[in-house]
């Protein structure tokens, strides 16, 4: 893609498809733009739709148009929820290098999902909204 008045027109179509690297009962993906890179994040749901058991990030290479699975943000922070994406720096008070996701399929709470550690925990307060 390139910028041209400030809107975005297709100059290469990908060849591929980001798909998560495991088998998996359901996923929930979710697009974001972070740094002028394009990401896609797959909530992965195993076993049961109602519980993500593992997320995975994959960045698109340019200009190969490849998607690479990536086990770092650099730091930053994303807020995913069902119809609402939130981009922060890493000079918020959230921790860092995690993706914050709501999971509608079951109690509507908070979830943080720990790169580094490859965790996913509730939120401190875990509450509803």
């Not at 394009?38 to 519980?51: A, M």
Request: glycine fraction near 2%; include cysteine.
């Amino acid at each position: 893609m390139q910028e041209i008045d400030s809107r975005l027109t297709i100059s290469a179509i990908s060849s591929s498809r980001a798909v998560p690297s495991i088998s998996c009962r359901h996923f929930k993906e979710y697009i974001a733009l972070l740094d002028g890179e394009i990401f896609v994040v797959f909530l992965i749901h195993e076993k049961r739709s109602e519980v993500v058991d593992r997320v995975e990030v994959f960045r698109l290479s340019f200009p190969d148009l490849k998607w690479i699975k990536v086990e770092s943000i650099n730091g930053k922070i994303l807020f995913l929820d069902q119809s609402y994406l939130n981009l922060e720096s890493a000079e918020s008070n959230s921790r860092k290098n995690c993706i914050y996701f709501t999971d509608h399929g079951s109690d509507h709470n908070w979830w943080i999902y720990e790169m580094e550690t490859d965790c996913i925990l509730p939120t401190p307060e875990h509450k509803k909204y």
